[in-house]
Every structure is written in C-alpha cells, then in structure tokens.
C-alpha cells in the first residue's frame, strides 16, 4: 500500500514555522530554567547540524546515536534524517559489549554519545575499527557553536541542499524484542511521515494539546508520536528528561497528554492515590490536578500489556488511558484509541492500514513498513506474506469497527501432546486482573502449566492479606474453576524479584524459560 503525497521530513520542518505561526515548538529545563524553541529555530538548528554531519560525512553513511532524550538529541535525529545518511538510534544504557556487537553489524561510520555513555566509549571504539568518528554530544555552548559555523550564511550553507529519495533507508532501528535477538529494521523517510497521516477517528490525537514527552526517544512509537506527529500537527513538546523528574515536570509544564508505558502509568496512580490519602477533603479529580499539573487528561500506552483496571481507574479521574498498538517493522503504530474504543482492546486500527487474519494471525499492509532487516534477506522474508503483508506474529481479531483484539503471540503457543494449542498471555491477563499479581508468566513444563508469580506485597498489605500465597493459590484454584482442562494451571511459582524486562516492560519470556531450562 501506498499514500499519495506524503510529505519528506525536510518539507514538513519547512513548512511548520509558517503552517503554525512559529509558535514555541519544544520546551525544555536546562539549570533551573525553561528554554523554549520555537518551529524555526528548530528547522534551523537541524539544518545546521545536517551540515554538520555532511561536512563530516560526505559519503552515504550510517551514524548511531546513544544518548537521551534531550533538545540536541531531536537536532542531531533531525539532521542525520534529512542529511541522506541512515539515523542508528541506540538505549544509552546498553553495554560496551552489546553495542559494540551491534554498530558492527549496522555498519556505523560515526557514533554521537553523551555523558551517559561516555565511559563506555573507548571500550566500543576498540572494539570497532570501522568507526570513523566519535562525537561527544557535550554542552550546550557546543552545538551553540556548530549553529554558528553551520548556519544558513556560512560557507557550509549548500550541503543542506541535498535531494533525498524518501524511499531510501533512513533509519535503522534495532528491535529488542523478548526473544532478545536483536535485528536491524530499516525505514524509510516516506514510512515515517506516513505512520503520522492517518486520519485520527477523533481529536484524539490532533488537539494542539501541550504534551509531555516521558518515553526515551529512541523508541520508533515515541520519535513518531512525540516528535514527528506534533511537528505535522503543531503540538507544543515538553521534554521531561529523566525519568525520576516526572513528577516535578508535571507540574511545571501542566502537559494535556502524554504517552507512557503500563509501568509508568502505575506509578502515576499511585503517586495520585497518596495524594487523596493526605487530602481526603479533595475529591478524586482534585487530589489527581495536585499531581498532574490540573491538564492532564490523555495518556496513550504502548510496548507492553495494559489492564484494563488501570483504565477504569484512570477514567474515574478524569484522565483518559487506553493502549495502542505497533510495532518498529510497521513503522511504529498500527492502531490508535479513540474515546469509543473497549478498555480491552488495543486501539482502532488506522485508516491508512488494511488488516485481515490468517490462520489466527493478525497481518497489516501498511505504508509504513520497513524496506525489510538490514542484512536479513531470509528473515525480511519470513516477515512477509507470498502478496506482501506484514506478519505481526500476534493472534487476534478485529471488530467491524477496526477494534483489535490481541489474544496472544504466534511464538508463544503452547501445544500439548494431545494438539491442543493454549496461548499463554490470556491465562496471564486473568491472573493479572487480581491485585495481588504485579507479574505473571504462563509456561509449560511438559504437558502441565506453571504459573510463576510476582506478587504484589504493598497491594496484599493493603488488603489485610497476611498469608499472599495461600492467597494466590486460592486464585488459580478460581480459575481454574472456570478454565477448560487443557488451560488449567497445575503448579504455582512465587518470585522473590520481578521479572527481567526489555526496555517497554515486556517480560523476557524466552530468555526466562532458557534459565529455567538450564537451571532445572
């Protein structure tokens, strides 16, 4: 599938100062004070930093980026974008080893780094031969000085007039995945625009709302939702930062919306639910304006599984929270909520996308899907249908009104000796649906299920639960009750420490299962 008239990144950072009256594109806290930036200040920096990067670089050229999110960060995207090189945005927190292992097979020629990884740096470079330039991101005053020596007046001024073919590859992002394998997925600038182009079933996601950006901006769905859309549509951006500077920065930017993970959003209720116990003399939606900044009423979830309690909770709040759904190889998003969508479902699948199910399977024909795996003919095609589909590798149903079911992954079925095949997750939604259980993961030991349990200790207390896996094994036995034989769960683990994650807050079920293999 393709769209007609998709705009190139370089045309949508043109157009934006006049499309929306240079208004304050992105704010941000640098010592103690609010900088603001407007559209053209944006377009020129970026600009300035594709010189940059082409001076550098004139040759086609792949450049990683391991740093957080930041003003410079979007710059530095911005610029590799438009400049014609390919954009290898990496989790600062990885180790030496592991993004050693995967600038050598992205090929990377230059390596952008802050002072998160700066003590890492060296270790990758002798670890990489191929790697020409090394670049600390550094101070403000520095990329003060590339605006300068780069600008639209300086001998430099031409190499930013350079035609792309939006076709080409211009990012390659590296899927973490719970299998652990990492793969390179190449997209293109036309799949990224295109991901930003449906059109929305509300003002959802269209309100010139201010929005908090929480999430790193190396995750696909964060870069397209929190940067790409809003410069489209002409949001004002506030980056949060750090984390553990959430909740101060709610405060001062008094966001509309923002996107989060199920984690995030669990941490946001308990944060509001302190909130009312220390004021009882507010009502719920006032003790939630003292945590939030008084706006806040969207937040939109991704990378993991959202219970639908934690909804319900939210909307006696006043605070809007459902699940989308995507993946990097489809270009980041492939539903989005709307505010008739169920709480169990994960969002409405996007005009601009075709969906059908095959043998279970959910698959997309969408225009932003990836060129295919860098380096991966074999697994590029298992990825593709024979008629060119993407394969989600998820088992679902969608509703008459593009509502998507997931009921489970393709990888993760089990299949028992008599040919029964059990999906695990729908098991694991029903135990999480439990206050008690804060993770849970479904596995086979031969023909039998085991359930192994996180629980939630705080919730238990709260509760007056003394004795949590008498309790918890009261729970399987419901159930069970209710369960047919071959999804009935026969032994109960419980956890002393959560389980280990990817990034999103997906559990890493494989790498799990291969440590209780080899530890039976």
């Given amino acids: 599938m393709q769209l007609p008239n998709v705009p190139t990144i370089r045309e949508l950072l043109d157009a934006a100062p006049q499309k929306h009256e240079d208004r304050t594109f992105i704010k941000f ?54 400049s014609g090189h390919v954009a290898v945005p990496l989790a600062p927190d990885l180790s030496a080893d592991e993004t050693a292992e995967i600038l050598r097979d992205a090929d990377a020629s230059a390596v952008l780094f802050d002072d998160t990884f700066a003590d890492k740096i060296d270790a990758v470079k002798a ?35 350079i035609q792309i073919d939006p076709n080409d590859c211009a990012l ?40 908090l950006s929480v999430l790193p901006l190396y995750h696909i769905f964060c870069f397209i939702s929190d940067y790409l859309g809003p410069l489209r549509h002409g949001n004002e951006l506030c980056l949060n930062g750090s984390v553990r500077d959430l909740f101060s920065n709610l405060l001062i930017y008094k966001p509309h919306q923002m996107r ?25 939606k006032e003790a939630a304006a003292l945590v939030t900044g008084g706006n806040l009423d969207m937040m939109l979830s991704g990378g993991a599984y959202l219970e639908p309690a934690l909804c319900r909770a939210f909307d006696a709040l006043g605070i809007f929270l459902r699940q989308g759904y995507g993946m990097s190889e489809a270009g980041g998003k ?39 795996y860098y380096k991966r003919p074999a697994l590029t095609a298992e990825m593709l249908t024979e008629d060119g589909w993407l394969r989600t590798g998820d088992i679902g149903y969608f509703t008459e009104d593009r509502q998507l079911f997931i009921t489970g992954r393709l990888k993760n079925l089990i299949i028992l000796s008599n040919g029964e095949n059990v999906s695990p997750e729908g098991i694991e ?25 996180f629980p939630n200790k705080q919730a238990a207390e709260q509760a007056g639960v003394s004795d949590i896996r008498a309790a918890l094994e009261a ?10 034989p071959s ?21 890493k079920r494989v790498g799990h299962l291969a440590e209780k293999e080899a530890t039976a």
Avoid at 64 to 76: G, T, W
Avoid at 186 to 208: C, E, G, H, Q, W
Avoid at 260 to 284: F, G
Wanted: net charge neutral; aromatic share 6%.
């Fill in 260 to 284: 989060v993970v199920p984690m995030l959003a669990q941490a946001l209720l308990q944060r509001i639910r302190a909130a009312q116990a220390k004021h009882p003399e507010l009502s719920p």
């Fill in 29 to 82: 806290m640098r010592d103690g004070t609010i900088i603001e930036k407007s559209f053209s200040a944006v377009r020129s920096d970026s600009l300035a930093f594709c010189r940059k990067v082409r001076h550098l670089l004139p040759e086609k050229s792949h450049i990683a980026i391991l740093a957080q999110s930041s003003y410079e960060y979007i710059v530095c995207m911005t610029g590799i974008l438009i």
């Fill in 127 to 161: 670890q990489c031969p191929a790697l020409r330039y090394t670049l600390h991101l550094g101070a403000a005053e520095s990329f003060a000085r590339i605006y300068r020596e780069y600008s639209d007046t300086s001998p430099y001024a031409a190499l930013s007039d």
């Fill in 475 to 484: 729970l399987t036995e419901q159930l069970n009750e209710t369960a047919p």
């Fill in 172 to 211: 390659l992002i590296y899927t973490s995945g719970t299998t652990g394998e990492k793969k390179g997925v190449m997209l293109s600038d036309r799949a990224l625009v295109s991901n930003t182009m449906f059109k929305p079933y509300s003002d959802i996601v269209v309100r010139r709302d201010v929005i």
């Fill in 487 to 507: 999804h009935m769960i026969t032994r109960l683990f419980l956890r002393d420490t959560p389980f280990v994650k990817t990034s999103t807050g997906k559990i």
């Fill in 429 to 453: 939604k029903r135990f999480a649906e439990s206050a008690l259980v804060q993770e849970v993961l479904v596995y086979a030991d031969g023909d039998r299920l085991v359930a192994e349990v």
């Fill in 334 to 372: 492939i539903t989005v909520p709307d505010f008739d969508t169920a709480v169990d479902c994960v969002g409405r699948v996007m005009n601009i996308i075709d969906i059908r199910i095959r043998g279970g399977e959910v698959q997309v024909d969408t225009p932003s899907r990836m060129i295919g």
